[in-house]
Structures are given as C-alpha cells and as structure tokens.
C-alpha cells in the first residue's frame, strides 16, 4: 500500500485536484504488472506520466534513475522531461521526498523511441555484425540510395522489370515502402517474394468457371500482372537491404531490428524499474517487438488513444492498443476522459464523431468529457463552391483572430490549400502554409521548381515553357512554337541524333545561344532577344553546379528575379515565406542526404510530395497567424480557432486509394504482416476458378474500404479536436473542373441534422451546374509583370517624366532623405560571424530573422538592474569557490540576499567545483563557439556543467527548450575539450530567484551542427 497518496503528491505541484480517473491511474495501477491508459484527446498524458514518476519517487517504489519514459518527438520528450525534472525538485523540497535518496539524484531517462532504439542498437551492434558507429541513414538519403538501385537494374538480373510500366519514381517509392515493411514486421524478402510467387502460380492455373474455360479474363490477368509486379518491387527492395548492409547504412527502423535479433542471442539487463509508453497507438509493429522483448511483464505503463491511430501510413496500427496485453502480459485498463484542451460544444462534436470507431479499436470506448469552463462554439456553413467556401472562411477568421489568438485552417487534402491562402491575405491575416506538398502548391516554388529542371533534365521541356511564359521573359506563344519547329529541324540535320532520341526543347533553347544556329529560327526580334537572354541564364547556371544545393536554389531564385515578383505583386505581409520556407526544406535534404545533388533533390521532392511524412510542421501554434497544414500534421498541436474545410466526399474524407490491399504492387501480404489478426484478408486459397477468385478480391476491396472509412473519421476525430474555443466546419459541392456536385462528409451531416454544429446560414441545395465554369478568367499571355497596377504605375511614371527638375540645392533636406533611403535601400546584409558566443547562438537559433536584423542595424544593450545582479551574483560564486568557502550574506543587500540562501539550500553549496568560470571554443557546423561555463562538478568519471542563473525559472516549455541549446553547446565543447565521450558529460541550469534546477533533454551535437550549418545558407538573402 503507497505511504502517499497521487493528489498529496500533486499538491506538491499544483493548485489543482486530480480527477477520479488520473488518481486510479497513477495510484491503483499495480507496480508489478503491465497497464494499459486509453487517453483521449487533450486529457493530460503528459501531466499523468510526470505525476506518476513523482508518486513512484516519493514512495520509494523507484528512484528517479529507475524509470524510463519514452514518446515520439525530440518536443515531446523534452516538454516530460522538464516536467519532470520540474518536479522532483519541487518534490526534493518536500516532506515528501524518501529519507534515503540523495538530494544530488541522477534524473529520470525521457527520450524518444528513435533514440532508445539507436541505444540498444550501439550496445549490441557487433552481435549482428555491425559496427557501433555504422552510419545511421536518413530519410533523403534512402531515396537516393533506392534511386540508384533502380535506376543501375538490368533485366538480365530483374526480368519483369522490362514489362514494368509505372514510372521510376513510382518504382522507388514501391521499393522504399517495401523495405520498410519487410524490416518492421521482420519479414524476410524471400518470404515475401516465396508467397507471391505460390499466389501467381496459383491462380494462374484456375479455370474461368466451375464449367472449364483454358482463358483468362481480363480483370483476372491484371490481378496476375499486379502481383508479378510486386515480386519485381520486393525483389528491388532485397537488393536494397543488401546495399545497405554492405555499405554499412542503417535507418531508424533498421536499428531496432538488429538490437530485436541482437537480443535473441544475449539478454540485456537495463537500470529500468517502471516504463512509461507514450503515445502507444502510433508505434510500428518492429517497435513493439523490441519494447516487449524487453518489458514484458514488467510494470510498463502504455497510453494511447485508439482514434487517434492515424500514422498507418509509417507502420503503425491502431492494433497495438488491442494487443497491449499479449505483448506485455495481463493488466489493468483505465482511461482518462476529461478533455482540457476544448469547451462542451466541441467535446459534444468530437464524441459524436468517434462514436463509430468504437468497435473498430476492440477497447472500450472513452468518451470525452469538458474540463474547460468554457462552453466552446461548433459553427458550420456549406457553400456552393470553393471560392465562396474559401471567402467565408476569410470572414469567419478575420472577426476572431487577434495578435493574442491562434488559428489554423486543417485540410484532408492539399488541392485547395492555395485558394484559402489568397482569400485569407486578402483580408489582411498572416498566413503560413506548413507541410511540403503545401509549399510545392505555390505559383512562385513551382517556377523555382521549374526551373531547376531544365538545368538538371534536358527533356523537361514543359517545365521550360512555364519559365519562358513567366514574368521573367515573358515569351508569347508564337515563338515557344518557332522554338520546337527550330527543335524539330535540328533533329533532321544533325548525323549524330535519331528520331528516336530528338532534340528537346531545352537543348534547342541551348543552341540558341550560338549565332550561327539562330538564322533557322525563324523568331521575332523580341522574341529571338528574350530566348537569347533564357538560354544565357541557363548557361550561367550550369556552370554553377559545384555550389551546394542549397545555394544554387537561392542562385536561381535570384536570377530569375522572383524576390521583386512577389514583392511587386505582395497579397501578405511576408511575400517571401512560401519560398524561404521551401528553400528552408531544400537545406533539410541536404543536411540529411549523403550525396546531395540537384538530381537526387529533384528525386527527393517527387518522393515527398506524396508521403504525409513530409508534412510534419517545423514549429507549433503562432499567436496573430492563421496556419494551413494537413490534419495528419496537426495531430499534438491545438489552436484557439479551428477550421476543418474541404468537408465532402472525395476531399475529405478521400477516395481510398488501397482498396487491393496487398495486390498493389509492393504491399506486403496481409499474412505475413505483424497485426494481420487485425486487418482484412483475402481469401484466395478458396478459390477454385477466376470467378471466384473475383469475389474474393471484391469482398476484400469492400473490407479494405470499409477500413479505410474508420480511419477516416479517425482524422476527423483528430481534426476537431485541435480547436479550443471555435471550431468551424465547412464544405462546398464544387470545386473546379468538376460537372456533378459532391456529397457532404457524413461527419458534418450528423453534427448538423443532430444539431452539434450552429449552422452560420441554410445549406443550400446544391446548383445543377458548377457555378466556376461559367466564371471567365482573363489571362494575358506574355505575363504582365506590373499585372492590374500598370496603369497606376505608367501613370505615376509619366508624372515624373512630365515633371520639372528639382535642383539638389533647392531641397537639401529632400535631397538627404533620398540618400539616406538609397544607402538604406542598397545595404549588404551582412554574414553571420565566423565566431559566436553560446548565448548568441542560442539566439541565432531561436529568431533567425531577428539575429539578422541585429547584425544589420545592432543597437547597444540597455542597462539592466537584473543583468547587473546577476554579474554580481556569477562574481561572489567564483570568488567563494576560489576561497572554497560560503557566500557572505553580509555582502548583499536584501533585494539580493535570497539569491544567495537559495543557492546555500541547493545541493551544489556543499561541492566544490574542479572548473569555474572555464573558458574554451569549438567549432561546430562552420561557427566557431565561444563559452564560458560557469561551473564544472567532477562524480567520479562523470561531469556536470552547471549554468547559474540570477532570474526565476522559465515559466513555458518554449522558454526551456530556447535555453537547452545553451546546455548542449556547453557539454559538446567540455567532452571535446576534455576528450570524453559526452554522455559522461550533463549539463544543468540552477535559477537562484526561486531556486530551481532544470536539467533538460538538450538537441545532439549532429543536430546543431546541421542546423548552424543551414543558417549560414537558407538564410542567405535573396
């Protein structure tokens, strides 16, 4: 029975009481056996797994060392562990804290699965014939790895390959999501390949009808030449695991794997008492196999909620909850059901959403309940079309966002993520689209796009119209045409090229360049001039091609003059974010890729713009700016006001595109998947004749379709609930290009005719023709640079051409203010300097664009009291560790002396440092670090970096997480200063004001270096 009791230990923490449920959770959940937590959306799990560490603490089942959390983000690990950490000081400084615990306790290990995973595989790797250091390979550099193998196979190795009819890039995506799912539910490629050889021969061999039939139908042979496809796609995938073993290359999923088949040969004792699981539901099958393989039986608390089960994609299952009990062991079930993050209307929606996937997650159902005085607003509105839907979104946003007010609009689908973004500027609002394959949507990344194919694919002929057409050369359709009859007579005269191989349109662009070759033209003189200066411009560019790639995007984006386009035709007040922000993932493929090449990026993107993967924001909710994302990268976030769009049926929810399950090409068969208890089957061995290997692949489809809509309103479940205050709902029946208006989402259809949802104003009955064909758009083809504003502007020129000149002598001060505006005007942005203190780096990392604008215009630092306080306070410390004696309270006035007894109750008054005020430098991703640690604790072969702070504690996470960059530096220069490795290196803030000590999970030292590395070029200017 524990000595305390989760709301006594609570109090130490906060205010509040427990509900009934998190004190079952935390104080009845038996300390010998597994449990299972179903936690719905916004019920606290990260509040419920740092209390239950303190209630393991302070009644002495556990010592802080001893447990062991783990989550899926770098953000969320970091958010537990400060909690935590938080905690146990605050509970140190209790009646509460065990009498035999030390005061200097080693903290509580929180990280992510990702890099529990990579432990488990340093420590057991030569066990499965690797190396500790194998290289770990990223996500950029799989594809270009995949890319190679395709690309280099012969049919003489691969003979379906000649048959194959999808093109390269389909082929590695296949190959990539083949491997993946081979290592997570540790499938051999044989096995695979063994079954789809067996189906094919099979089936091959049935007769059409009970009555014979030697044919084959049509539908039948494509069920055939699908699977001999997929036999080609996991055969590609075997030598793309057998690439990587030679070439000493795992990923993420690999490292878990290997340490899985490590522990089949050796048990591995770990220092973990009690585990905690975060987020349960969206760890992949391989995952579960290794933390069962270690935990099973053990008192490891999981929480998970199973309609919030949407990364399918990646390999998890919402299955994992279901199976919790045969992979760890028999155990209790509690749920958490007090919703903190949205009002009564909105929790009332949500449960009404999620109603139907009770039965589809095998556990019994949490209804979510307000724990938020607030009521909350649920408001819908249908419009006729996409247009009107986007304009009224405008509206409802503009009335309710505010510097202090955080909005997003969630999308299921990107196709109209751009028209949402006009109407939004429109209005006035700050709009920020997150996710790549929203960014890939904008006219301006696409002309960048664009234009890095022609340099890099001599047959991207149309993305070379698009550049000629653009704002750029502004080419009229005559001489694009001139241009491939010019293409056309070069392939008759030139020996060296067949008609099979013609000249493209890109090298007729080139040949342009040379007189003698322009006579055959037949261009107009505008024209001829313009083509001249595009291919030019290309010419220049190829030549730059030793530059990275990332700045050879920003080289091309200068040429072709984008920055005063989108500032010449500005709808927001950041015209250049959608291109910084694409540029800004060009430099995250460079950093993860192990030959970044403007080929491989162009492969790269082709790739993510299909994979959810990608659409991971970089950062989360921003007060005063609306934010379109994708539902699947808004899951853990949470704004004010909320707008679900795109509420009908194909765009949300989706047409299922994986209705043949595994007979698409690279599927892994149902059978031999981890969770194939859990998901739908064929029945093919059942089958006597094609007829009836028909219905079964229909019945399956049907199944898979079926699936498919659970895990559709499993997004609507996790759309809706991202909104605390207002939550709008909205949907149009057309949309461009269609004839038959579309049907409403069956989730806003049973919020309104039950009536969860305020309707803003009567559905209408939907037009019986699509109101946007009728809608004329005129379009001037050469592009007009100056667009609608040129008679303004030609106007206003005339004015200063018709103009009497103003002698400088006449107005000296006008004349000073126009200098003054030019210099202002022409400024060099200046570079990031080679060498950076740590404090300046945390800053550069934490506001690029402001660090910038100090570097342009740096203004002296005011006095301040607390700074001063504080370098009085640094000054007696340093002076006391020399003397190795007490602070002299007797030297501080009062306003100051509570600093000082602070730090003479913190367990660091009674050590005696082996460094103090240490100076050392470093260089790390091309910045040359400067720091000065203020102290330096030695326990025997272990270090301790402390940090003391004057102020109080950090009273948000983003605060803390802003600080540990500081920590990491500090650690990464000590280890190397002292040539240890750095997990013998930890690293801590002590805040005097109020006594705290933090020690947070800091960013490694590879992420830093690839970030600072980024800076000095993403931020570049234009």
């Not at 997004?715 to 909205?730: E, I, K, P």
């Not at 330096?936 to 004057?950: A, C, G, L, P, R």
């Amino acid at each position: 029975m524990p000595k305390y009791s989760a709301q006594e230990i609570f109090s130490v923490v906060s205010k509040f009481q427990l509900t009934p449920e998190q004190e079952a959770a935390i104080s009845n959940t038996d300390t010998s056996a597994p449990s299972l937590v179903i936690a719905g959306a916004g019920s606290g799990k990260t509040e419920l797994m740092a209390v239950r560490t303190l209630f393991l603490v302070a009644n002495q089942l556990a010592t802080p060392s001893e447990i062991l959390g783990l989550t899926f983000t770098r953000k969320a690990a970091t958010e537990l562990a400060v909690r935590v950490q938080q905690g146990l000081v605050k509970l140190r400084e209790s009646s509460y804290w065990p009498e035999g615990l030390d005061q200097d306790f080693e903290p509580a290990k929180i990280t992510t699965y990702n890099s529990f995973g990579n432990e488990i595989f340093r420590s057991l790797s030569l066990q499965v014939g690797y190396d500790a250091d194998a290289v770990l390979m990223t996500e950029a550099g799989a594809i270009s790895l995949a890319r190679e193998i395709v690309t280099q196979a012969q049919v003489v190795d691969f003979p379906t390959l000649e048959v194959f009819d999808k093109s390269l890039d389909h082929l590695v995506s296949r190959v990539l999501a083949a491997a993946s799912a081979l290592t997570d539910n540790q499938c051999q490629p044989d096995t695979a390949i063994d079954y789809l050889e067996t189906f094919v021969r099979s089936i091959s061999a049935l007769p059409q009808s009970d009555k014979g039939g030697a044919g084959t139908y049509a539908y039948h042979q494509a069920v055939i030449d699908d699977a001999t496809s997929s036999i080609l796609v996991f055969e590609l995938a075997r030598e793309f695991q057998r690439q990587k073993k030679l070439r000493g290359l795992v990923d993420f999923s690999d490292q878990v794997a290997l340490a899985l088949e490590a522990l089949k040969q050796q048990n591995l004792q770990l220092p973990h008492r009690f585990v905690l699981l975060d987020e349960y539901q969206d760890t992949s099958g391989i995952q579960t196999m290794l933390l069962s393989k270690l935990f099973s039986g053990k008192p490891v608390m999981a929480v998970g909620d199973p309609n919030q089960a949407i990364y399918g994609w990646r390999g998890a299952s919402s299955a994992n909850l279901t199976g919790f009990r045969d992979d760890f062991g028999e155990g209790e079930v509690y749920s958490l059901s007090t919703s903190w993050r949205s009002g009564e209307a909105i929790v009332t929606a949500a449960n009404r959403v999620s109603q139907d996937l009770n039965s589809d997650s095998g556990l019994a159902p949490v209804l979510l309940r307000a724990g938020k005085e607030a009521a909350g607003k649920v408001f819908a509105l249908v419009s006729q079309d996409e247009v009107g839907e986007s304009l009224a979104v405008a509206s409802w946003l503009t009335e309710r966002v505010t510097s202090e007010s955080s909005a997003a609009v969630l999308f299921r689908s990107k196709q109209a993520m751009r028209q949402f973004a006009i109407a939004l500027e429109d209005r006035g609002l700050t709009v920020e689209i997150t996710g790549l394959s929203g960014l890939l949507e904008q006219p301006e990344v696409i002309d960048l796009i664009s234009a890095l194919r022609v340099v890099a694919d001599p047959e991207a002929g149309a993305d070379l119209m698009r550049i000629l057409a653009g704002p750029k050369f502004r080419i009229g359709p005559r001489d694009i045409a001139k241009l491939h009859q010019f293409a056309k007579k070069l392939t008759k005269v030139r020996q060296e090229v067949t008609p099979a191989l013609p000249i493209t349109l890109v090298e007729a662009l080139d040949e342009i360049r040379k007189p003698s070759s322009r006579q055959f033209a037949e261009l107009s003189e505008l024209g001829l001039e313009r083509l001249i200066q595009a291919s030019e411009l290309f010419h220049l560019m190829r030549t730059q091609l030793s530059l990275s790639v990332t700045e050879f995007a920003w080289a091309m984006a200068r040429e072709l003059e984008l920055d005063i386009e989108l500032y010449a035709h500005k709808r927001s007040k950041l015209p250049l974010a959608n291109l910084e922000g694409f540029i800004a993932r060009v430099s995250d493929y460079e950093a993860s890729s192990l030959r970044p090449s403007l080929q491989g990026l162009l492969g790269w993107l082709d790739y993510a713009v299909t994979s959810e993967r990608f659409e991971l924001p970089k950062t989360g909710a921003k007060l005063g700016v609306v934010q379109l994302m994708s539902v699947h990268a808004a899951k853990g976030l949470e704004w004010d006001h909320v707008v679900v769009a795109g509420l009908v049926k194909g765009s949300f929810p989706v047409e299922s595109r994986d209705t043949k399950g595994w007979l698409q090409p690279g599927k892994l068969p149902h059978k031999l998947r981890q969770d194939c208890n859990y998901i739908p089957e064929l029945a093919w061995e059942a089958a006597s004749t094609q007829k009836d290997l028909k219905q079964a692949v229909d019945a399956f489809a049907a199944a898979n379709r079926l699936k498919h809509d659970v895990e559709e309103r499993r997004l609507a479940y996790v759309a809706v609930t991202r909104a605390g205050n207002q939550l709008l709902l909205t949907a149009s029946y057309y949309k461009p290009g269609i004839q038959k208006a579309r049907e409403l989402a069956p989730y806003l259809t049973e919020l309104v005719s039950e009536g969860l949802a305020e309707l803003i104003e009567a559905v209408p009955e939907p037009l019986p023709a699509n109101p946007l064909i009728d809608q004329t758009k005129k379009v001037t083809w050469p592009f007009d640079p100056l667009g609608e504003a040129r008679p303004e502007q030609a106007r206003a020129a005339q004015e200063v051409l018709d103009a009497s000149p103003t002698l400088a002598s006449q107005s000296v001060q006008l004349a000073s203010i126009i200098e003054q505006a030019e210099k202002l005007r022409t400024q060099e942005q200046p570079e990031i300097p080679l060498r950076l203190s740590a404090s300046r780096v945390v800053e550069l990392l934490a506001d690029p664009d402001n660090f910038r604008q100090m570097l342009t215009r740096p203004l002296p630092v005011p006095y301040s009291s607390a700074a001063e306080a504080g370098t009085e306070f640094h000054a007696a410390l340093e002076k006391a560790f020399a003397l190795e004696s007490e602070l002299d309270l007797d030297d501080w006035d009062s306003d100051q002396r509570a600093l000082a007894e602070n730090f003479e109750n913190s367990r660091f008054a009674s050590r005696q440092p082996v460094f103090v005020e240490q100076s050392l430098e470093f260089e790390l991703g091309g910045t040359v670090v400067v720091c000065k640690l203020d102290a330096v604790f030695q326990n025997d072969s272990e270090f301790e970096i402390v940090d003391w702070k004057s102020g109080s504690s950090p009273a948000s996470q983003e605060d803390v997480a802003k600080r540990a960059v500081q920590l990491a530096l500090y650690r990464i220069g000590f280890a190397r200063w002292q040539r240890l490795g750095i997990e013998k290196v930890k690293a801590s803030f002590f805040f005097a004001e109020d006594g705290v000590e933090i020690s947070p999970e800091v960013p490694s030292e590879a992420e830093l270096a690839a970030r600072l590395a980024e800076l000095r070029t993403a931020l570049r200017p234009l």
